[in-house]
């Protein structure tokens, strides 16, 4: 079954605008990563946060993690049309020992 | 630096046909492997993974079977297809942060 849960499925933004997806998640975690899909490729990890930390940067990315809420948010600000692509949450259980993917959230980035 | 390579790229098969594909690591040793499915517009579902030679953990019951014969070689295999085996199959090697190959689209007809 799918651990992490992203919202919204699908976003349609124009180019300069931020974009947020959220990811939810059941159980308790050592870390959360964010990941991209461009169309028909592998996935590319972009952003790892520990369970310890609430917020991390990397270029135009934003993610934070509220582990009461089990929910972490990933930002890109300034998009652009390449970012356009799948954005995924994947995270490792405690207990499990391996990543759990969610079912995505598709970012359309508007010239 | 780490490189993981999956082919084919893409693989049309007719039901009943068996199935092999292969994924090799370069650049690290003793890696975690994955085998991942992914439906289309959903996430990836773990397939099996592999901590070691000839350890292979199944996550799904289903038509599929992995092997790791080396080190650096991941194989997802079939001895009959199905329909029900059409998608997106996804090779990774990580502990935490997971490296992807390509993927391989496997339709199957």
């Known amino acids: 079954s799918q651990q992490g849960e992203e919202d919204p499925q699908a976003l349609s933004i124009q180019e300069g605008e931020n974009a947020t997806m959220n990811c939810s998640y059941k159980?308790?975690?050592?870390?959360l990563q964010w990941y991209r899909q461009n169309s028909g490729r592998g996935l590319v990890h972009l952003i790892l946060?520990?369970?310890?930390?609430r917020e991390k940067h990397s270029g135009r990315l934003r993610v934070t993690l509220d582990t009461s809420k089990k929910s972490s948010s990933l930002l890109i600000t300034a998009s652009r049309a390449a970012d356009t692509a799948s954005y995924f949450c994947?995270?490792?259980?405690?207990?499990?020992?391996?990543?759990?993917f969610g079912d995505g959230t598709t970012l359309t980035v508007k010239p | 630096s780490q490189t993981i390579h999956q082919w084919p790229a893409t693989l049309v098969q007719p039901v009943g046909s068996p199935l092999s594909l292969e994924c090799t690591v370069e650049?690290?040793?003793?890696?975690?492997l994955y085998w991942y499915r992914q439906a289309a517009g959903r996430g990836l579902q773990l397939l099996f993974y592999?901590?070691?030679?000839?350890?292979i953990s199944s996550e799904v019951p289903q038509n599929l079977s992995a092997s790791r014969p080396q080190d650096r070689q991941f194989i997802l295999s079939s001895k009959k297809l199905l329909l029900s085996d059409s998608g997106f199959y996804l090779c990774?090697?990580?502990?935490?942060?997971?490296?992807f190959g390509q993927g391989t689209r496997l339709t199957v007809v």
């Open positions: 990774a090697h990580g502990n935490t942060e997971a490296f």
């Open positions: 994947a995270t490792d259980d405690t207990n499990a020992g391996k990543s759990t």
């Open positions: 592999s901590v070691g030679i000839g350890q």
């Open positions: 159980t308790s975690i050592n870390n």
């Open positions: 946060i520990r369970s310890n930390e």
């Open positions: 650049g690290t040793s003793n890696p975690n």
